[in-house]
T-cell receptor, first 115, second 109 residues
């Protein structure tokens, strides 16, 4: 157990639907990162939140959004789902805003299948 | 982010040392060198990181060249559980880790 909790572990949904993925960071960590891993794209950074505020954006589609709540858990919302959104979604956390001197702790991921 | 170059795959035998190379010729003075690994169907796992000096922890050792243009992750005695994709990442002042394709390590019994 890495200390980062992601739910659900598996999700199967139909095209056009909307889903919410949840992440609880390791205790004491203020930064949360979301990554998408598909077979053809590898691990792609989506977005980062620090203490409730968005701090960095990567290759995140407009159909996707995220937020971090006062208790520091984060949710990634995926809407108008397409077959190509099927992927593993990982959450990671670090203690501070700039994590270059610290290791990132990843969760075990949510496997999303869009049918 | 500065780029890293790693071999696509490597093989090792169980209980032998493994040296995983990484080239990063465009590294800047403030870039940290991070290593992560990803076992099948699991999230990436932090292995080790360093800036200029060699580093050791319970999982591995990191040897950093004097000019910092290359580094080597050393697994002292490979086990079957070490079979994974290993990522060498340069972490600068921005907020994200940028993953490349990594090295697929196969450990033979």
């Amino acid at each position: 157990d890495s200390g980062v909790t992601q739910t659900p572990k598996h999700l199967i949904t139909a095209t056009g639907q909307r889903v919410t993925l949840r992440c609880s960071p390791r205790s004491g960590d203020l930064s949360v990162y979301w990554y998408q891993q598909s077979l053809d794209q590898g691990l792609q950074f989506l977005i980062q939140y620090y203490n409730g505020e968005e701090r960095a954006k990567g290759n995140i589609l407009e159909r996707f959004s995220a937020q971090q709540f006062p208790d520091l858990h984060s949710e990634l919302n995926l809407s108008s789902l397409e077959l190509g959104d099927s992927a593993l979604y990982f959450c990671a956390s670090t203690p501070f805003l700039e994590g270059w001197g610290y290791g990132y702790t990843f969760g075990s991921g949510t496997r999303l299948t869009v049918v | 982010d500065a780029k890293t170059t790693q071999p696509n795959s490597m093989e090792s035998n169980e209980e032998e040392p493994v040296h995983l190379p990484c080239n990063h010729s465009t590294i800047s003075g403030t870039d940290y060198i991070h290593w992560y690994r990803q076992l099948p169907s699991q999230g990436p796992e932090y292995v080790i990181h360093g800036l200029t000096s060699n580093v050791n922890n319970r999982m591995a050792s990191l040897a950093i060249a004097e000019d910092r243009k290359s580094s080597t992750l050393i697994l002292h005695r490979a086990t079957l559980r070490d079979a994974a994709v290993y990522y060498c990442i340069l972490k600068g002042s921005n907020y994200k880790l940028t993953f490349g394709k990594g090295t697929l390590l196969t450990v033979n019994p």
